[in-house]
């Protein structure tokens, strides 16, 4: 386990690039750092191996304050995975992932079983990879070499620097998927960077937020989705991705903005051509001050037609509408004691404004099932 107590670090005795960190990661533990470019986490991740010296405060690696230990020997206890890799172009795949193996004193044929088994692990086989060079493989294919040299020594601890950051969606999503499962089984303690709110809520146990060098916001992710601690963390998040029940999510945030609409004063052939251009079967009706007035749909006019009139005369005076204000809930429960699926939603002083439709229902309620599910199998 790692712990944090006040930790800083000052760069050219003036630049505070991590101010009074605090921060406990339990045994076992995969915590994702994130947050924008330049707020700290590079810097926090390499004084846990002491590739940078703190200027304040101590960090504790399995009960030991490491500035007792001697750097080397407290590296090679610790995994540790950059971006770009950083294979040795010079040695084989099996020598590239017994490179710290070697330096503990491992005989020839411990390093070869040891390679082995972790070729293995990802599914890349050892007698098709062992012998090949760096060079030979495919990024992600290298950046999973990455992954299995920091495991080689079987270190408790695995620090990992935007280890997938230089992969394409698919071989990125791939690798976050493979870390999972080797996690499930390892159970290692690891320390993991990325800018990518996506990958961080697919992997991470705990989220660390961080900002200008502090820590925003601690929290597992769907707690994080459900309680970001302020407008920062929202904004990081991204709106989109928040968990909202039906009662917190208002109407303006999910309705169509711009419903197809026709003045109360046209004519029904003139709703009909709008209607066929617009691929719509019902239009919202108001008057010259974008009031709302009523809806008509195809089947009205196909039933007034023959009158002469205009679609104002088709409307029967009642209109049914929500308010900017209501919560998506109100909305459906509108919606379902009028029996439509659609409901116009208007100001304060009657206008339009949109029209909340059951495929904007249907997303807010995917998205919400989504990360609930997510949720539950963690
Ligand atoms: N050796 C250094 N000397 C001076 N300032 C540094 C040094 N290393 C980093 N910094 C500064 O400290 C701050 C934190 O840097 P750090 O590399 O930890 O950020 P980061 O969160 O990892 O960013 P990124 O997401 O871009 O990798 C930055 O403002 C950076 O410019
Ligand atoms: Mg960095």
């Given at each position: ?10 760069y ?7 101010k009074?960190?605090s921060l ?5 533990e ?10 700290g ?5 390499k ?5 940078i010296?703190p ?9 030991k304050?490491?500035r ?14 950059i971006?770009?890799?950083g ?6 795949i ?5 490179v710290?193996g ?6 020839k044929?411990?390093?070869?079983e040891r ?15 062992l012998e090949?060079?760096p060079?030979e ?5 290298q950046q999973r ?8 020594a079987e ?11 230089a ?5 990125r ?6 870390l999972?499962?080797?996690q499930e089984k390892l159970h290692k303690?690891?320390?993991f960077v ?7 809520l697919?992997i991470?146990?705990r989220i ?6 502090e ?13 970001p601690a302020d ?9 989109n991705?928040l ?7 208002k109407?303006?945030e999910?309705?169509i ?6 003045e ?8 009909l051509e709008?209607m066929r251009?617009r ?9 010259q001050?974008?009031?709302l ?7 009205d ?8 009139g205009?679609v104002?005369d088709?409307l029967d005076g009642?209109v049914?509408?929500?308010q900017?204000?209501?919560?998506v ?11 439509i699926?659609y409901l116009?939603v ?7 404004l949109g ?5 904007s229902?249907?997303?807010i309620?995917?998205?919400v ?10």
């Open positions: 386990m790692v712990i944090f107590e006040h930790v800083s670090k000052v050219n005795d003036r630049y505070e690039a991590v009074d960190l406990e990661i339990a045994g076992g995969l915590v994702t750092l994130i947050g924008p470019s330049g707020c986490k590079t810097t926090t991740l004084m846990v191996n002491r590739i010296e200027t304040g405060g101590t960090i504790h690696v399995n009960g304050d490491i007792e230990m001697d750097p080397v020997q407290l590296r090679r206890g610790i995994g540790y995975v971006q770009q890799i294979l040795f172009p010079n040695m084989t099996a020598q590239n992932i017994t710290v070697k330096l503990l004193g491992w005989s044929q411990k390093c070869l390679a082995e088994e972790l070729l293995r692990l990802v599914d890349m086989d050892p007698a098709v990879y090949r060079f060079k493989l495919s990024g992600g294919q070499i990455g992954v299995l040299r920091a495991l080689a270190p408790d601890i695995i620090l990992m620097d935007e280890p997938f950051g992969l394409d969606p698919i071989t999503e791939q690798l976050q998927g493979e999972k499962k080797l303690t690891i320390i990325t800018h990518d709110m996506d990958e961080a697919k991470a146990d660390v937020l961080m900002r200008d060098g820590v925003v916001q601690v929290a597992p992710p769907d707690e994080m989705l459900r309680n407008e920062f963390v929202i904004d990081f998040i991204g709106k991705r968990l909202r029940s039906p009662d917190e999510v109407v303006e999910v309705m903005k711009n419903p197809v609409t026709i109360s004063n046209r004519g029904l052939a003139e709703a709008r251009k691929h719509v079967d019902s239009l919202m009706v108001v008057d001050q974008e009031r007035r009523g809806i008509v749909t195809i089947k006019i196909q039933t007034g037609i023959h009158k002469k205009s104002g088709l009642a049914v509408g929500v900017v204000g209501q919560t809930r109100e909305a459906v429960y509108t919606m379902a004691e009028h029996g699926g116009p208007i100001d304060e002083t009657g206008k339009l029209l909340m439709t059951r495929s229902l249907v997303d309620l995917t998205d099932l989504w990360y609930s599910r997510d949720a539950a199998k963690q």
